[in-house]
């Protein structure tokens, strides 16, 4: 059963979409006489992803809940994901609860490898699916233990284009893009670029030996995204890695300080309630 | 393959409706893409045809309005046409640019017995 809504169904499409409540006008225009009913028209005004935000709200609340950091790592096949997080969970790990979850099409090859590090990693088999969705995520977080005041990677699957369009709760979506792979790329899948807040140049060890202006990366990729964050770095020999996390602990800092905050706001209307009793007697 | 999720989240969709507005075939159906959201439109008509197979929608026609994106452009302080991310705003050339509309995929109306 379906942790997040209660209902009876497993993750399937879009969002595992299943029925919930939703309030609508209609027109109709047929009638009530006797034979073959009239077609009619009806007025919808429905988003499709709707359903994947709905879980994606959800997956949001829980992470502030329980001060989690969470980021949503984009990257085409073959960018060093996962060579990345390998390094960045060994050193986090020891300061840290840190867990990730795996998204691939097939096999748990990426899981073995981080769970070589102690991490608790989570794979999902997203199958003829391009994409991970929030209610995949939500149902990923019943195979993790806690990781209250911790940092979540969620990999999702390798591709460019579909993971851009669904919002998983992540506190960021973070792209990768490696020296292999051209500088140009962000004129190419733009949409990708635009949702992320953050893009690491990957694999800058082999700047000596690839055509990469990373100047004119940085470039195109602020022309889709003016906000955008950049860190140079190398997965191999740990050259950058030191920037990246200090964001990320940064970004936790914050998770905690708004729950933090959201915990005295209700202790202060518990006090509240508190002392309107005692005025009573 | 985004468009086959896509396709199948609109055929739940379509019997979710069935349910909350009582009718069990759906003869047509108007979606709303807009220009910025990443969908091929082509796609999702040759994938609605096969994924509406043996549902409620079975055979129905598919009506695809194509939305195009706007942006509010910082230094121009008004509302211009983006065609797709990246492109700098028509009237002066800034990226300074907040997409304002054209990421939607929603069903509009539907023809329903």
Known sequence: MCGICGCEKTASGLGGYHPHDHVHSEVAEGSNTAGPPRARMVQVEHDIMAANQSYADAN???????????????????SGKT?????????LKKRFPVAVIEGDQQTSLDTARISATGVPAWQINTG????????????????????DGGILFIENVGN???????DLGEAHKVVILSVTEGDDKPLKYPNIFHAADLMLLNKIDL??????????????????????????????TGDGLGAWLEWMIAGLDHAKERRQMALLARRAELQHELDSIDLQF | MHEIALCEGLVQAL???AGSHGFRRVHRVWLEIGSLASVECDAVRFNFDIMARGTIADNAQLDIMEINGTAWCLPCGMAVDLHRFGDPC????????????GTQIKIKKLEVT
Not at chain 2, 90 to 98: G, H, K, T, V
Request: hydrophobic share 45%; with cysteine.
């Open chain 1, 60 to 78: 949001r609340a829980h992470f502030t809940e329980h001060a989690i950091f969470v980021i949503n790592l984009l990257s085409s096949p073959g």
């Open chain 1, 83 to 91: 060579s990345l997080l390998v390094e960045a969970v060994s050193l």
């Open chain 1, 128 to 147: 003829k699916a391009c994409h991970l969705d929030a209610h995949t995520i939500g149902h990923a977080l019943e195979h993790l233990p806690a990781i």
């Open chain 1, 160 to 166: 460019l284009v579909c993971p851009a369009g669904f």
């Open chain 1, 207 to 236: 700047l000596p030996y690839v055509r990469f202006d990373m100047n004119s990366a940085v470039e195109v990729a602020r022309q889709i995204n003016p906000k955008i964050g950049v860190f140079a770095i190398s997965a191999l």
């Open chain 2, 15 to 17: 019997e979710e409706q």
């Open chain 2, 90 to 101: 028509p009237n002066c050339d800034s990226r300074q640019l907040q997409v304002l509309d």
